[in-house]
């Protein structure tokens, strides 16, 4: 089992950036697959990217929904339990709730089964 905080939230400008953590608690981190999510006011929560498990390869399989691609990074740090996502060239229609979530030994993207939530970090961009 695993619990996650997410941090790094707040309001900035169109074109800012942005970097969000999500600092997991718990064993074997780096066996699970970790995804970004967002939900925006009145719509469906979105996948927005998502990072593999570390298996012998150091690098993890990322995964990314076309809206956000070439503008946000997903990473992790094992050794601190933390993944990550940098956000560049911020657009108004990036404002939304960010939720952290957790698949153990899950595949990368949205349709991996995400057993477990962050609270989620609330990201406003103005226009």
């Known amino acids: 089992q695993v619990q996650l905080v997410e941090s790094g939230g707040g309001l900035v400008q169109a074109g800012d950036s942005l970097r969000l953590s999500c600092a997991a608690s718990?064993?074997?981190?780096?066996?699970?697959?970790m995804g970004w999510f967002r939900q925006a006011p009145g719509k469906e929560r979105e996948f927005v990217a998502g990072?593999?498990?570390?298996?012998?390869?150091?690098?993890?399989?990322?995964y990314y929904a076309d809206s956000v691609k070439g503008r946000f990074t997903i990473s992790r740090d094992n050794a601190k339990n933390t993944v990550y996502l940098q956000m560049n060239s911020l657009k108004h229609e990036d404002t939304a709730v960010y939720y952290c979530?957790?698949?153990?030994?899950?595949?990368?993207?949205?349709?991996?089964?995400?057993?477990?939530w962050g609270q989620g970090t609330q990201v406003t961009v103005s226009s």
């Open positions: 718990g064993r074997a981190f780096s066996r699970y697959t």
């Open positions: 979530a957790a698949d153990y030994f899950g595949v990368v993207g949205p349709n991996a089964a995400y057993d477990y």
């Open positions: 990072i593999g498990w570390s298996g012998i390869s150091t690098n993890s399989a990322t």
